[in-house]
């Protein structure tokens, strides 16, 4: 598991000794599959998760941030480029709102390749977010809230919960963690 505390953009448009890229390939988490969150310490109105998302491509979450956050903004799967109207994606533009006195956290739990499918751990985590806050999250997915689907194949059910309460599977909180 990594928290990474974002309190600036360049720690995710840059892949620098600060930034989340780094710490994946310090953490030895580079090339691991598993499920992430993107959240405000203190909740946007209205009050929602930025992100959620899973990765379970070879070459492992590294290649999703970097597709994601590094890629040129005309990459598909870049958070940087634009939606059809023009305006940023909500992702992008909260992490232009990230500041020392209201930072993201960034954070991935890394799952066993053998033993997981991470994107069943998605729709949970999706399904407990629409059940929590009424809504999905703030960058909008369309995500599959069927609560039931493949329940019982749910790789770390507690997830949702501990980043809603921002404490490690410990029970020590984020901020206390870094």
Known sequence: MLVAKIVSQAQVLTSNSTSIHEALTTEGLAGSIGLYFYRFAKLKDPQAFTKIGEVSREGGVIVRKQRGWLAPNTYGDSYLKPGRNGIS?????????????DPMYFV???FDVENS???????????????????TTRNREQA???ANL?????WHDAAFEQVLQMKLPSGKSFENAI
């Open 89 to 101: 994606k909500i992702i992008h533009s909260d992490l232009l709102s990230v500041t020392a006195e």
């Open 108 to 110: 991935f739990y890394e």
């Open 117 to 135: 499918f991470p994107k069943i751990d998605e729709i949970a985590a999706f399904s407990k977010h629409v059940t929590h806050f009424g809504r």
């Open 144 to 146: 599959n809230t069927f």
């Open 150 to 154: 493949g329940r019982n194949l749910v």
